[in-house]
């Protein structure tokens, strides 16, 4: 059965910097869009990064642009996230996703198109 586990949450002051790593089990996501995703207390899950199979193409919500980035290792089958000045604002449960359907493009990012979920780890920057 297919597992995405994430790891390298924590505790961080602002303007810190965390890595994210999600490790893909149970069979090869290589053909997959992955990203990352985040709910915040009270709030919707929404999306955070997205890198396409081929690793050629990214997207980024804007409230992260030029401070994190989506990168993966096919070989590895595991997917990161670098987030660098953080803020409390970026706090929340950061979810490692992968595409229901191979080939996908980032172009159009829906959240539904995600059917493969990890548990979550959780990220508190502090101000």
């Not at 297919?2 to 090869?28: F, W």
Request: glycine letters at 12%; proline letters at 3%.
């Amino acid at each position: 059965q297919a597992q995405l586990v994430e790891s390298g949450g924590g505790l961080v002051q602002a303007g810190g910097s965390l890595r994210l790593s999600c490790a893909a089990s149970g069979r090869t996501f290589r053909n997959y869009v992955m990203g990352w995703f985040r709910q915040a207390p009270g709030k919707e899950r929404e999306i955070v990064a997205l890198i396409s199979w081929s690793a050629g193409n990214t997207y980024y919500a804007d409230s992260v642009k030029g401070r994190f980035a989506i990168s993966r290792d096919n070989a590895k089958n595991t997917v990161y996230l670098q987030m660098n000045s953080l803020k409390p604002e970026d706090t929340g449960v950061y979810y490692c996703a992968a595409e229901t359907h191979p080939w996908g493009t980032v172009a159009t990012p829906v959240r539904a198109d995600f059917g493969s979920w990890g548990q979550g780890t959780q990220v508190t920057v502090s101000s």
